[in-house]
Every structure is written in structure tokens, then in C-alpha cells.
């Protein structure tokens, strides 16, 4: 009698185990990255881009590096893809690596540079 309640309990916790572990998988979305070159230039643009990239549909995260001008973008695959993307950062003011030629924008710079962080273009 002992030994059937043992086997009972164990079988109940492995169902149940993976039950659980089932939901867990439904539940986790399968994100994807995009990395690309974007035009801009300033700390200023790389907050833009930080702060106002994940506002957009489908948009988890977007980290920019100032120095490479490389900007990693997350994104759900289920919600946008990475045409949308490029258009996003169009949206921004930004052109990228992937935009099409000929593609115009209105500039994503402010032009509000604290003293000592100027730069020498048109805003």
C-alpha cells in the first residue's frame, strides 16, 4: 500500500512538473536582435534612440554605441520586423545603413548641446 502511494505521489509531481514547464515555454516570447548603423552623432541622439526606440510596436530595448554608431535593437517578431524598424528610426530623424537611397528625414538632433559638446553640422 505504501509503495503504491510513493508511486502515486511521484507520478502526480512529474505531471505537474511538467505542466508547469510547459506554461513557462508558452509564456516566453522569442525575441529577436537587430544590429545596424544609424547617422547619429551626440549623446543626445543616443538617448533619443534609448529612450524613444522601445515606444515603438514590437520595440524591447535599443542599446547605441556613440563610438561605433551601432545600435542593437530587440524586438518581438510577432509585432514588427526589421523594414519597420528602419522606419522607426526615419521616424526618429535617423538614417541607417538600410535605408533606401535617396530617403529623406527631417534631422533627430536637437541641436541642444551643453558647452563643450558642439559639433560642426547643419540643424
Known amino acids: 500500500m505504501m509503495k503504491k502511494i510513493v508511486l502515486l505521489t511521484v507520478a502526480v509531481f512529474f505531471f505537474v ?3 508547469m514547464l510547459q506554461a513557462q515555454t508558452a509564456d516566453a516570447k522569442e525575441y529577436k536582435v537587430y544590429t545596424l548603423k544609424v547617422n547619429f ?3 543626445g541622439g543616443k538617448a533619443k534612440i534609448e529612450s ?6 514590437g520595440v524591447i530595448k535599443a542599446i547605441a554605441d556613440l563610438e561605433t554608431k551601432m545600435v542593437e535593437v530587440t524586438y518581438d517578431p510577432s509585432l514588427t520586423d526589421e523594414e519597420h524598424i528602419v522606419e522607426y528610426f526615419h521616424q526618429l530623424g535617423y538614417l541607417t545603413e538600410a535605408s533606401p537611397e535617396g530617403t529623406e528625414i527631417k534631422s533627430g538632433c536637437s541641436g ?6 558642439g559639433h560642426n553640422h547643419d540643424h
Open 52 to 57: 524613444q526606440m522601445p515606444e515603438k510596436r
Open 112 to 117: 541642444n548641446h551643453g558647452e563643450g559638446e
Open 17 to 19: 512538473s511538467g505542466q
Open 41 to 43: 552623432h551626440c549623446p
